[in-house]
C-alpha cells in the first residue's frame, strides 16, 4: 500500500511516452513553485514567484547555464488549480530524451517522482472531486466512442455524484427524524407518521432503481460488447472479419484452416464499441498448434456476449456444422448465411426454426453488412435501453453499492409494515447511506483507494 503524504511535491511526465510535438513535465505541492524557479529563466528575466496565476512564459530549463530545452511554463496557484494546489506545467518538446532529463532535474531540485493517479488522487483528498468523478478521469481517458466519453464528461461535471447526494440527504433528514423518535419517544409515534416515512422511503428506493435501470446499457457503450465469428473451415469467417472492420486484417485463401488463432479487433457499429474475434475453424485438431487454437476459440466462445455462426450457402448442411450449433445451445446467436452471390443449396428454413436471427450477406462482396450490424445492435437493445437524457451508472462498483442500497431500504419500508422497533428502520437507512458514502468515496478504505488510483497513468 502506497501512504500518501500530501506534503510531498510531486512531478511526473503526464504526456505519453514517445516521439511527439509537445511534452509535458507537471509539478504539484507546495514547494512546486521554488524548485521550478530554480531550473527556469524566463525571457523577461522575471523570477517565477513574480508570475500571477493562469498565465504561460516563454523561457528555457537551465542546467548549470546550459539549455536543456525552449518551453513554455504554465503556472496555477492553489487553490484553483486541478490539485487545489500549486501547480506548474512544463511544455517542451516531445522527445523521451528532453523529458527525462527535465524530469530529472525537477526531482533532484527536492520533488518526488508521482505515483499511478497521484494527481487526482490529490485532487480527491483536497476536496476538489468527488471519488465518482476521479474515477471518470479514467473513463474519459479511456473513451473509445463518443457516447462513452460523454458518460465520462458527464460524471466529471457531478451529475452522477449531484443524483447520489440528493438520495443521501433524503435518507439524511428520515434518520434525524426517527433517531428522535428513538430518543424521545413520548413525542409522536413513528406509526402515526407510518405514511410519511413509507413515502419518503418509496422516493429514495425508486431514484436508485431509476439509475440502476441504465446501468447495463451504460455500461455496454462505455466497455462494449465482446463478439464471437464461429463457424467451420472455409465458411468465410476472415472475409467476414474484414468486412465488418472495412480493411484486410485477416488473411483470406480458398484453403480451409488458414486461420490457426483467434483474432480480435475493436470497432465501433453506431456509437458502441465492439470487440470482435474471429476463431480458428478446426473442430479436430491435427497437432499442438490446432489443440491450442482449438481451446482459444472455445474459451473465446464461453466468454462472448454474442456468438456471429457462420454458414456456407453454397453448401448444404454438413456434421460439423451441427457438432458447432450443438456447442452454442446456451449462447445467445445470430445465424449467418454467407456467400449469397453464388447459387444456394443451404436450407434456411432449417436454420430458421433453429435461429430466432438469421442474416444473410456476401462477406466478398461487402453486400448485407448493414443488415448484420442491424442485428448485432438489437441483441443488444434487447436487454437494454438506448442511450437517454437521464443520469447513467457505468461503473461495476457503483452499481453493485446501489444494489445493496436499494436493498437495505426495501429492507427498512419491511420493517416498517411489519411494525418491528424504529431501532430495524433507522438501522436499515444507516446501513443503505454506508453505501451511498462508499460511492462518493467517504470515509473510503486506504487500500481500496489504491486500486482504484492504480487504473490511472502515473501523469494524472
Not at 516521439?19 to 513553485?33: A, F, H, P, T, W
Not at 465501433?268 to 491435427?286: F, M, Q, S, W
Request: proline share 2%; with cysteine; glycine share 6%.
Amino acid at each position: 500500500m502506497f501512504k500518501v503524504n500530501l506534503n510531498d511535491t510531486i512531478a511526473a511526465i503526464s504526456t505519453p511516452i514517445g516521439e511527439g510535438g509537445i511534452g509535458i513535465v507537471r509539478v504539484s505541492g507546495k514547494d512546486s513553485l521554488n524548485i521550478v524557479a530554480k531550473i527556469f529563466v524566463s525571457k523577461d528575466k522575471r523570477h517565477l514567484l513574480e508570475f500571477k496565476t493562469y498565465t504561460m512564459h516563454y523561457g528555457k530549463i537551465i542546467e548549470n547555464k546550459k539549455v536543456i530545452d525552449e518551453v513554455i511554463l504554465t503556472l496555477m496557484r492553489a487553490p484553483k488549480s486541478y490539485t487545489k494546489e500549486d501547480v506548474v506545467e512544463i511544455n517542451c518538446h516531445g522527445g523521451i530524451v528532453v523529458l527525462n532529463k527535465i524530469l530529472k532535474l525537477i526531482l533532484t531540485n527536492g520533488a518526488r517522482l508521482a505515483q499511478a493517479g497521484e494527481f487526482t488522487r490529490r485532487a480527491f483528498l483536497n476536496g476538489r472531486i468527488d471519488l465518482t468523478q476521479a474515477e471518470a478521469v479514467v473513463d474519459i481517458i479511456r473513451a473509445k466512442t463518443d457516447f462513452a466519453l460523454k458518460l465520462g464528461q458527464e460524471q466529471l461535471q457531478g451529475r452522477l455524484s449531484g443524483e447520489i447526494k440528493q438520495i443521501r440527504s433524503q435518507l439524511l433528514d428520515l434518520l434525524v427524524f426517527l433517531e428522535a423518535q428513538i430518543d424521545f419517544p413520548e413525542e409522536d409515534d413513528v406509526l402515526t407518521n407510518k405514511q410519511k416515512i413509507r413515502s419518503n422511503l418509496l422516493i429514495a428506493w425508486e431514484k436508485i432503481r431509476n439509475l440502476l435501470a441504465g446501468s447495463k446499457s451504460a455500461r455496454i457503450y462505455k466497455e462494449g460488447i465482446h463478439v464471437v465469428i464461429c463457424g467451420k473451415p472455409n465458411v468465410g469467417k476472415s472475409s467476414l472479419l474484414n468486412a465488418i472492420l472495412k480493411k484486410e486484417r485477416s488473411i483470406v485463401t480458398a484453403i480451409a484452416g488458414t486461420t490457426r488463432d483467434t483474432i480480435e479487433e475493436m470497432v465501433e457499429i453506431r456509437n458502441i464499441p465492439v470487440r470482435i474475434v474471429d476463431t480458428a475453424g478446426i473442430l479436430k485438431a491435427k497437432d499442438l498448434v490446432g489443440k491450442k487454437a482449438v481451446l482459444r476459440s472455445k474459451q473465446q466462445i464461453k466468454l462472448a456476449d454474442l456468438v456471429i455462426m457462420l454458414f456456407d450457402g453454397s453448401r448444404k448442411l454438413t456434421e460439423e456444422d451441427w457438432l458447432i450449433i450443438a456447442k452454442l445451445k446456451f449462447k445467445k446467436v445470430i445465424a449467418v448465411i454467407n456467400k449469397i452471390d453464388l447459387k444456394q443449396k443451404i436450407n434456411k428454413e432449417i436454420l430458421r426454426n433453429i435461429f430466432p436471427c438469421l442474416v444473410e450477406l456476401s462477406a466478398k462482396r461487402a453486400k448485407n453488412i448493414n443488415l448484420l450490424e442491424d442485428a448485432i445492435l438489437n441483441q443488444v437493445q434487447q436487454e437494454t435501453i438506448l442511450a437517454c437524457e437521464s443520469v447513467m451508472v457505468s461503473s461495476l462498483r457503483h452499481t453493485s453499492a446501489l444494489a445493496q442500497a436499494e436493498k437495505l431500504i426495501a429492507e427498512a419500508s419491511n420493517s416498517l409494515d411489519n411494525r418491528l422497533s424504529t431501532e430495524f428502520i433507522a438501522q436499515g437507512i444507516k446501513d443503505a447511506l454506508v453505501y451511498l458514502d462508499d460511492i462518493l468515496g467517504k470515509d473510503f478504505p486506504e487500500d481500496l483507494l489504491d486500486k482504484i488510483f492504480s487504473q490511472f497513468c502515473i501523469g494524472k
